[in-house]
């Protein structure tokens, strides 16, 4: 069984900038989840997406965002982007998720660097 | 909400055994995960502890005491691929928080 993807793996942007990032799931599962990963904050919870609905949500602006296609597949946005943005962005899907314990399985990360 | 504190570095020495702490405060507990990522890789999963005790997996074993806030990661014969980030992470609501994460160096 193929693990979690995500696309891409390092991505360049400057300041003010938007990106998407992309992640696909193990197959059947269907609760996504995101993360972003800083030395200084280690890994914080970003949102959750079940069901192509978001179900939690973290403490982040609103410049991050995100969606669940019916394919179980998840993308996140980030807009306008700032130097503190730049990070390693994890995504870790579940069967369903909601519920303890549920293994999260993580993906490889999206690298972003903001210049 | 929730609180959690782990080292920020241990080293230790190869064929040795060490033992990382991971202290939490919640106001409701659904269990304790343990992750262990890689310098430049995907955390993995480790354990899963809802119930006090040890729970015990080969070369790792986890431990759990819920009246105190309180779990370690004990690792035996350590191996030089042992050197990595362990993070301990709390359930709240339908997400993980998770610590700073231990930065553990294994030694010749």
């Known amino acids: 069984k193929a693990g979690v993807t995500q696309t891409p793996r390092y991505l360049i942007k400057t300041r003010g900038q938007q990106v998407t990032l992309s992640c696909s799931p193990i197959?059947?599962?269907?609760?996504v989840s995101w993360y972003q990963q800083t030395p200084g904050q280690g890994l914080q919870f970003l949102f959750e997406?079940?069901?192509?609905?978001?179900?939690n949500k973290g403490n982040f602006p609103g410049r991050f965002s995100g969606r669940q296609f019916s394919n179980s597949r998840s993308e996140m946005n980030v807009s306008t982007l700032e130097l503190g943005d730049s990070a390693l962005y994890l995504c870790?899907?579940?069967?369903?998720?909601?519920?303890?314990?549920?293994?999260?399985?993580f993906g490889p990360g999206t690298r972003l660097t903001v210049l | 909400g929730q609180n959690i504190d782990q080292p920020t570095e241990m080293t230790a020495t190869e064929g040795a055994i060490v033992q990382i702490n991971c202290t939490y405060q919640t106001s409701g507990f659904n269990g304790l995960f343990w992750y262990q990522q890689h310098a430049g890789e995907a955390p993995t999963f480790l354990s899963y502890?809802?119930?006090?005790g040890l729970e015990e997996k080969g070369r790792f074993s986890s431990f759990l005491s819920r009246s105190k806030g309180y779990s370690y990661l004990l690792l035996k014969e350590l191996q030089m691929k042992d050197s990595a980030s362990y993070l301990c992470?709390?359930?709240?609501?339908?997400?993980?928080?998770f610590g700073q994460g231990t930065e553990l160096s294994v030694k010749p």
């Open positions: 997406y079940f069901s192509e609905t978001q179900r």
């Open positions: 502890n809802v119930l006090d």
């Open positions: 870790a899907s579940s069967l369903v998720g909601g519920t303890w314990p549920n293994e999260q399985f």
């Open positions: 197959s059947g599962h269907r609760s």
């Open positions: 992470a709390v359930p709240e609501g339908g997400k993980l928080i």
